[in-house]
């Protein structure tokens, strides 16, 4: 079936660094994606959405980028901090118009 | 309230039990989903709720797990007969009308042994 999926599981880096944190989706309908973060013991926040409109959106140190031609999605990081340690989901609507569709979730570990 | 509260923060139960979850959604969220996230998964869809109806119940595993939402606020998610398996994390969100800006609760961590 069509879903969402990561590259890598896992994602170490040193505190400064920029992070890159890969997503690849499959439903060709999906309008609209979200990346969360979510930390220990506590449920997923919103960081950043794009529409498929548009191929890069930035806000606060965290940029995501859009390639529809081949269904991948990033997030990129910049100046990573220890605060950033979490795991990163993706999501999209996969055609739906009420609900999304999770990814397995990467983590990073920031090392100070 | 403030955010979307969910209770208990942590149950252990023994299989064979049932269990009832709780989500408190934020005032004005006419949309609410449940969720479910296994050890090192993403997550999973449950049930969909707007207002009080659950037009989406297509992620509910068996009839063993059922839900209902009352007031167009405080939805329970009762597990009959609870086993091993049925361990996760259950993750309620909540969100204005259907629009995808979901809030979610801190979760309820299911052990059953």
């Known amino acids: 079936g069509e879903s969402v999926g990561l590259h890598l599981p896992t994602l170490s880096v040193q505190e400064g660094d920029n992070s890159i944190i890969n997503c690849a989706y499959s439903n060709s309908a999906s309008d609209y994606f979200i990346w969360y973060k979510q930390e220990s013991g506590k449920g997923p926040q919103f960081i950043i959405d794009i529409r498929s409109n548009m191929d890069k959106r930035q806000g606060q140190r965290v940029t995501v980028l859009l390639n529809k031609t081949v269904k991948h999605l990033s997030l990129q990081i910049a100046a990573t901090q220890p605060g950033d340690s979490a795991v990163y989901f993706c999501?999209?609507?996969?055609?739906?118009?009420?609900?999304?569709?999770f990814g397995k979730g990467t983590l990073l570990t920031v090392n100070p | 309230g403030a955010g979307v509260s969910q209770s208990p923060s942590n149950k252990v139960t023994e299989k064979g039990k049932d269990v009832e979850l709780r989500c408190d959604p934020i005032?004005?969220?006419?949309?609410l989903y449940w969720y479910r996230q296994s050890l090192g998964q993403g997550l999973e869809f449950l049930i969909y709720f707007q207002g009080n109806s659950a037009p989406d119940k297509s992620g509910l595993p068996s009839d063993r797990f059922s839900a209902e939402r009352t007031g167009g606020s405080v939805s329970t998610l009762t597990i009959q007969r609870t086993q091993q398996e049925d361990s996760a994390v259950y993750l309620c969100a909540g969100s204005t009308a259907a629009n995808y800006g979901y809030t979610f609760g801190s979760g309820t961590r299911l052990t059953v042994v």
């Open positions: 999501a999209e609507t996969g055609g739906s118009n009420y609900k999304l569709t």
């Open positions: 005032s004005g969220h006419t949309a």
